[in-house]
């Protein structure tokens, strides 16, 4: 029924065993397909090491640099798919990052660098990515993003990365439009608060999941696992009539009023 055997699947923000991608590369893994797995090079090679280790079970058979910023990354990440693979299938768009003091204060006071660098690597770079992707896509394909319900309402001390996620919710519309005629789906789930290295780093984020498990219809929040298993379920054939879409994968939490 769910099978991804014979599927190329790319996936990009694995930090480490708390990230979301992770929960997300172990289910596809899990369906059978096969994996490429990108990671955020810094200047030690500490985060190439780290995130090899990781995934090494999962047995991908392309790792590759890929930071965002950088069009030359971007550009030999996919050349190497293009060689290696002749084939994109899928493709995990699960990044994000603002500095860290235009995550707390007033928002009017975020800077234009601040909010150029946020919207550019959060949001930009899916439009990058999925562009590069499209001739790669020669069967069809399914781009997945993760957004946040900070992208459409006002969530304390989210602040520009709300605007980027609404943003990149309105980009998963637009290339879901032009895609389409492609055979190529474009979704995105919104996620729950988890505790990862991203939203770890975030001052009050223990209170948020709190709130939560007071306040959702299920009584907690979800791991990375339920977002992999919901991914895996956008990215295969069961989903070909999803295209456009924000799946909220958050116990419920978006539906409630008080
Ligand atoms: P994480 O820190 O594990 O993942 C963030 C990833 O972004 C890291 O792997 C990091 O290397 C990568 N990244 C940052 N800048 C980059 C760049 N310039 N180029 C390439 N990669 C870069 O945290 P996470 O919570 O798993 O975040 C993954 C996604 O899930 C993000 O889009 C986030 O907004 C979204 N999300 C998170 C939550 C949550 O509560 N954790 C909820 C909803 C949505
Ligand atoms: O999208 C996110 C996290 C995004 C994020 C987090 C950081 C912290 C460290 C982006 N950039 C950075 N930069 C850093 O330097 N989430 C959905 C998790 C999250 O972040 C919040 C949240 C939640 C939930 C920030 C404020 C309020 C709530």
């Known amino acids: 029924m769910l099978d991804l055997t014979g599927k ?3 996936v990009t923000g694995i930090a480490n065993n708390r990230s979301i991608a992770w929960g997300i590369a172990q289910q596809l893994h899990k369906a059978g397909a096969n994996l490429g797995i990108t990671y955020l090079p810094d200047e030690r090679g500490k985060m190439e090491k780290k995130v090899a280790e990781l995934v090494e079970p999962l047995n991908p058979n ?24 002749g084939k994109l299938d899928i493709l995990i768009h699960c990044l994000a990052f603002a500095n860290k003091e235009d995550l707390s204060g007033d928002f009017s006071q975020t800077s234009r660098s601040g909010f150029n660098q946020a919207l550019e690597i959060s949001t930009y770079s899916l439009v990058k990515l999925s562009g590069i992707a499209k001739p790669l896509m020669i069967e069809g394909g399914s781009i997945l993003t993760l957004t946040y319900l900070g992208g459409v309402r006002a969530i304390p001390n989210y602040n520009v990365m709300g605007v980027a996620k609404a943003g990149l919710e309105t980009s998963v519309r ?14 995105a789930i919104s996620a729950g608060p988890i505790r990862t290295l991203a939203s770890s780093a975030v001052g009050g984020i223990l209170d948020m999941i709190h709130h939560v498990e007071q306040v959702a219809p299920l009584r907690r929040t979800v791991t990375q696992l339920e977002v992999g298993n919901a991914a895996t379920f956008l990215c295969s054939d069961l989903a070909s009539g999803i295209t456009g879409q924000v799946l909220y994968v958050d116990a419920g939490y978006e539906i409630m009023g008080m």
């Open 8 to 10: 190329n699947a790319l």
């Open 62 to 85: 392309l790792f590759l640099p890929c930071n965002v910023e950088l069009d030359e990354q971007i550009q030999s990440t996919f050349e190497v798919i293009r060689d290696k693979w």
């Open 174 to 187: 637009y290339l879901a439009a032009e895609l389409g005629p492609h055979n190529i789906r474009v979704n």
